[in-house]
């Protein structure tokens, strides 16, 4: 007699890829990317080793854009986060949700003020809040629409793009954020 066992069915490799979510390999190659540059910054300034420790101030001795900017952006990505994490549909989304834009908008907004990345010039990063001040009237457009997935799509875009990417590099070794939270 001969014993048959199951075999869960073979998953290609391309059905593999496509069921990671997009935003899921947004983040993971900017993981990527921050880690190799922070690693080539380190190694050309050894003296730089980091040390986990916290300390905010470098943040209040910077400018008064730089500290509207983090105060933007940290409320931005907390709201953002109760809003993708909590049940959809749920009482206070719409509340949430307009301070979020509004938080939104403050931190892309104090960006415009604040240069020195690339001198006195503004960066590339600055693109970005340019592009979220294009896209925030496009999700809201979206849901007045009553057209959830396009709303969804440029809300969570607009997160992952300006709170989880942008603000990654943010980290990087010599940065404020870096300084904050990693130098001694």
Request: charged fraction near 10%; charge should be positive; avoid cysteine.
């Amino acid at each position: 007699m001969t014993v048959k066992t199951a075999f869960p069915p073979a998953i290609s490799p391309r059905a593999l890829v496509s069921a990671i979510p997009g935003w899921a390999w947004q983040v993971g190659i900017a993981f990527t990317i921050y880690l190799i540059v922070s690693h080539f910054i380190l190694a050309a300034y050894p003296e730089a080793e980091p040390k986990l420790r916290f300390s905010l101030e470098p943040l209040m001795t910077a400018s008064t854009a730089i500290q509207i900017h983090v105060v933007g952006a940290v409320l931005t990505f907390t709201i953002g986060l109760v809003l993708l994490l909590a049940p959809k549909g749920f009482r206070l989304h719409k509340t949430l949700g307009w301070a979020w834009v509004i938080s939104m908008a403050v931190t892309a907004i104090s960006s415009f003020f604040i240069t020195g990345l690339m001198g006195s010039n503004y960066s590339p990063i600055h693109a970005l809040s340019a592009w979220t001040m294009i896209g925030l009237p496009f999700g809201i457009a979206a849901i007045r629409r009553r057209d959830i997935k396009k709303h969804r799509h440029t809300m969570t875009g607009m997160f992952v793009g300006g709170m989880v990417i942008a603000g990654l590099f943010s980290f990087l070794p010599g940065r404020l954020m870096w300084e904050v939270f990693f130098t001694a």
